[in-house]
């Protein structure tokens, strides 16, 4: 079992940029597929990013496209969200989570069966 703790949030001014952390423990990055989701008050889990452990393309959610980026340090075992162009909409509290890597990158949160305590980000107008 992987334990993941997530470090970085706060508040921010909309179009300014944040890194956010997820340290993993108990086991390597390396044999997961380590993703983000994040729940806005009211609203469902939604999948932001996801990468394999091992290497690879990274996998988007529609509404993070091309403004995040997902990326891993193996060697520190510990998972970013670089997060660029932020905007209100961003505002969540945002987990980080992992599957085991058996060649597929899941997108749904009831998939994934190790979650960290989240870290909230807001973002003001």
């Known amino acids: 079992q992987v334990q993941l703790v997530e470090s970085g949030g706060r508040l921010v001014q909309a179009g300014t940029s944040l890194t956010l952390s997820c340290a993993a423990s108990g086991r390597t990055v390396s044999t997961y597929v380590m993703g983000w989701f994040r729940q806005a008050p009211g609203k469902d889990r939604e999948f932001v990013a996801a990468v394999r452990g091992s290497g690879g393309s990274a996998v988007y959610g529609d509404s993070v496209k091309g403004r995040f980026t997902i990326s891993k340090d193996n060697g520190k075992n510990t998972v970013y969200l670089q997060m660029n162009s932020l905007k209100p909409e961003d505002t969540a509290i945002y987990y980080c989570?992992?599957?085991?890597?058996?060649?597929?990158?899941?997108?749904?949160?009831?998939?994934?069966?190790?979650w960290g305590q989240g870290t909230q980000v807001t973002v003001s107008s």
């Open positions: 989570a992992a599957h085991i890597n058996a060649g597929i990158v899941y997108t749904r949160s009831y998939l994934y069966p190790n």
